[in-house]
């Protein structure tokens, strides 16, 4: 079954440090895999998904994420952290066929910035 | 440009009370359409999903039901809230057919069952 694992429940890091939320995949398929954002009492946002091609794929804010077959990753990174940063982040792996799909959500990391 | 609207954005309700949680979709037709909820310390759970008219799927066993009465639109209902059934909900939609379409989500309801 396809599902996914992020390590870490709260992340802190400085303002301006590096941004690193893990996220590991297990699937016997090629997996679909995708980080969103949540803003407290918001809902969530998509900042960049991995399909086919190119393994290291850009998103919104200046976050970027890594493929890695042989490791079953899909970590997350920033270079530097602002305090707008902090918030809720889930990494999700799609399931299902042309038609209809679904996200299948890990369990979330919460990012914490501090000055 | 396409846009997802949820309301109410929060909601407290006594237990035994009815629920009704609304979600429209502008500027697409024919999107699959979902709701989740998200407990305290439970992460995401998918409760229901469509991929048409009257089409409802749900994931698990509960106190709610779905519907959706027209193509863009999207209910969630109880006839009797359990305290259990507190917590964020959330509305999203995809393209239809089109392999891997990202989510989109609304800005969700908070649910406090008293």
């Known amino acids: 079954a396809q599902s996914v694992t992020q390590l870490g429940s709260h992340v802190s890091v400085s303002e301006g440090a590096l941004v690193l939320l893990r996220c590991n995949y297990s699937?016997?398929?090629?997996?679909?895999l995708f980080w969103y954002v949540q803003y407290p009492n918001q809902g969530l946002q998509l900042l960049l998904k991995?399909?086919?091609?190119?393994?290291l794929v850009k998103g919104i804010n200046g976050f970027e994420a890594e493929f890695k077959k042989s490791e079953t990753s899909f970590h997350l990174t920033k270079p530097s952290a602002h305090m707008s940063d902090a918030a809720e982040y889930f990494c999700?792996?799609?399931?299902?066929?042309?038609?209809?799909?679904?996200?299948?959500f890990g369990t979330g990391t919460r990012l914490l910035v501090s000055p | 440009s396409q846009t997802i609207h949820q309301w109410p954005a929060t909601l407290v309700q006594p237990v035994g009370s009815p629920l009704s949680l609304e979600c429209t979709v502008e500027?697409?037709?024919?999107?699959?359409l979902y709701w989740y909820r998200q407990a305290a310390g439970r992460g995401l759970q998918l409760l229901f999903y469509?991929?048409?008219?009257?089409?409802i799927s749900s994931e698990v066993p509960q106190n709610l039901s779905a519907s959706r009465p027209q193509d863009r639109q999207f209910i969630l209902s109880s006839k009797k809230l359990l305290l259990s059934d507190s917590g964020f909900y959330l509305c999203?939609?995809?393209?239809?057919?089109?392999?891997?379409?990202?989510?989109?989500f609304g800005n969700g309801t908070r649910l406090t069952v008293t």
């Open positions: 999203a939609w995809s393209v239809r057919d089109r392999d891997y379409s990202p989510l989109h």
């Open positions: 699937s016997s398929v090629p997996p679909y």
């Open positions: 991995y399909t086919t091609g190119a393994t």
């Open positions: 999700a792996v799609m399931k299902g066929n042309t038609g209809f799909q679904k996200l299948v």
């Open positions: 500027g697409t037709s024919n999107p699959n």
């Open positions: 469509s991929v048409g008219i009257g089409q």
